[in-house]
């Protein structure tokens, strides 16, 4: 359980953690915005995030310091969280009105 909190404390979690917060702001103004505002959304979007990408990121960099021959994939997938919740921001910016060009949203 010790394993599990002190990689909880990684700069990569709090890094991710930062980023969900923002979408969640950033997804809560544009649903508010646009009058579309459902606790019910907000509650299914806070499972995904929280769980996959927060618990995932931890298991999977304590299995990494168990096999070290695998911490590639670690950062392999920090970037994907990245770039996964960047896309997300991008989204409920443009869904607030912002125009961004095609490639970068959701379709």
Known sequence: MAELISALGTPQIQWIVTLIGIDVVLGLVAAIMKKDFRLGKVANFMVKPVLGYVFGFAVLTMVAQAIPSIAIVTQGAYALIWLALI?????????????????LLRE
Not at 91 to 98: Q, S
């Open 87 to 103: 896309g997300s921001i991008l989204n409920n910016i443009a869904k607030m009105g912002l125009s961004l060009p095609s490639y």
